[in-house]
């Protein structure tokens, strides 16, 4: 069993850039590799594994407003890289998932506030919870070496017939320059804290997932503030109850992202 970490859509408009302002346009390639582990045994079973493994190809124009700088994230294309189950029906999902586009504001903090969710396939939609808290926060770039500051996300998230309300807490830390690619860089270290509450429809009855996540990852931003990439993995303890099984259902996933430019 695959469990997604989705991300939420604000329902606030999103403002409106002037028509001269400077515009950036920045290319993302976006991998992200989960894995799970359920215990079935309250339903007679033993343990099973899965791994899903997807790429995404990101085209995100920011466009300088009042306030920060209105973003438009477009995902050029989808491939599914590898699957334990279902490999037909996750590639369709991924080919449907092109051109899927959202907006919101990119905060001068770099918070993405009021992401929406314009349009695009169900596929599309593995990759909200990487964009809820994409860009490093806290204005990374200008601290100094050593220092350390925190920043809280909260979003619920819809998806077919059910709901997730996820709160991710993350510390961060500059740890000074170093090498990204080739070139020089700001590395930026983080740890992290999820705590997630959830529930969806089935065909057997309503299942609810509870659970918590601990995180470490590392930014690359330039020295004028550009995300270049990075890399961060949360492993989490989920305990799904459902009216099928006559006992709470234990269940352990591992997510590692990974970002760079291309």
């Given at each position: ?164 309300s996820i709160k991710l807490m993350t510390v961060f830390t500059n740890a000074g320059e170093g090498m990204y690619n080739g070139g020089k860089a700001l590395t930026i270290t983080t740890t992290s804290t999820t705590s997630s509450v959830g529930s969806q ?62």
């Amino acid at each position: 069993m695959f469990v997604k970490l989705l991300a939420a859509s604000a329902l606030a408009a999103v403002a409106t850039p002037a028509p001269t302002a400077p515009v950036t346009t920045i290319n993302y390639k976006v991998s992200v590799l989960a894995q799970s582990t359920i215990d079935l045994s309250a339903m007679g079973a033993g343990e099973q594994k899965s791994t899903t493994g997807f790429t995404g190809y990101f085209t995100m124009t920011l466009k300088d407003t009042t306030g920060g700088r209105a973003l438009t994230a477009v995902l050029d294309s989808m491939r599914v890289d590898s699957a334990t189950v279902q490999v037909a029906e996750l590639q369709m999902l991924a080919d449907s998932a092109a051109g899927a586009t959202w907006h919101g504001m990119l905060t001068e903090k770099g918070k993405i506030d009021n992401l929406t969710f314009v349009q695009g396939g169900a596929g599309a939609q593995q990759f909200e919870a990487v964009l809820a808290g994409f860009f490093p926060r806290g204005n990374a770039h200008l601290r100094k070496q050593g220092e350390s500051w925190s920043d809280t996300l909260s979003y619920t998230s819809t998806n077919g017939g059910g709901s997730t309300s996820i709160k991710l807490m993350t510390v961060f830390t500059n740890a000074g320059e170093g090498m990204y690619n080739g070139g020089k860089a700001l590395t930026i270290t983080t740890t992290s804290t999820t705590s997630s509450v959830g529930s969806q429809e089935g065909p057997g009855g309503d299942m609810q997932l509870e659970g918590n996540g601990v995180g470490a990852g590392t930014y690359y931003v330039s020295k004028d503030g550009k995300y270049l990439g990075g890399t961060n993995t949360v492993n989490s303890n989920l305990t799904i109850t459902t009216s099928q099984a006559p006992a709470p259902i234990p269940l352990k996933a591992r997510t590692t992202i990974t970002v760079s430019t291309y």
